[in-house]
């Protein structure tokens, strides 16, 4: 088990997908994607931009893995949709058409800028247990803040004991398993920025 921590630049309800019955990680952070294994903590912590650095968007129990593919097969609710605004935030974007080739899915929050980055990833993670706080992101005790990144990247912890003392603290912390707060940035803003930020490149640095 290990932990893999970033810092979520645009926190618009898309990467990580908190809606619904799991939270997913469909889309950015490629190598995280690719490596992942079940059973991880994945943690997102706030940007300095959104006043929220330090404080815990939200943290994963990683319980399945599948193929972008098999994503796409699997959750049609996660697809994106002009229906609503939870809709449009759908985060299962790509699939391959009868050629084989990858498409996207038009008005999707990411497109073809994104799309070699996002297909590197290989995988969606899905988490049925999982604390999602968005704009209610809570500060993380500085006894855990070395679990954090500080960063570009991503940074990877292995202490097993740490690890398990942080879950012990969010759950005891948390009101409730699931989505608790609304993304910060749930506005069409946001889905703008979500389209066309240049995310950082997804190196381990820690």
């Not at 997102?44 to 098999?70: E, F, H, K, P, T």
């Not at 899905?126 to 954090?148: H, K, N, R, T, W």
């Amino acid at each position: 088990m290990k932990c893999s921590a970033y810092i979520v630049s645009v926190d618009s309800g898309f990467s990580p997908n908190p809606f619904g019955r799991s939270c997913t990680l469909a889309c950015c952070k490629p190598t995280i994607r690719r490596n992942a294994e079940v059973g991880d903590i994945i943690v997102g912590s706030g940007s300095c931009g959104s006043g929220l650095s330090g404080r815990l968007i939200y943290a994963m129990r990683v319980g399945r893995i599948l193929s972008l593919q098999d994503y796409w097969d699997s959750y049609p609710s996660k697809r994106p949709s002009a229906k609503t605004p939870i809709t449009q935030r759908g985060d299962a974007v790509w699939h391959k058409d009868s050629s084989g080739t990858w498409r996207g899915v038009r008005g999707a929050l990411h497109d073809h800028r994104q799309r070699d980055r996002d297909l590197r990833g290989e995988n969606a993670l899905i988490a049925s247990e999982f604390y999602y706080f968005g704009s209610d992101a809570i500060q993380v005790p500085s006894e855990y803040s070395a679990i954090l990144a500080t960063t570009q990247g991503h940074k990877n912890t292995h202490d097993a004991k740490l690890i398990g003392r942080f879950w012990s603290w969010l759950t005891r912390s948390a009101r409730k398993r699931g989505r608790i707060g609304s993304p910060f940035e749930f506005t069409p803003t946001g889905c703008h920025t979500q389209r066309t930020a240049e995310e950082d490149e997804d190196i381990t640095c820690g």
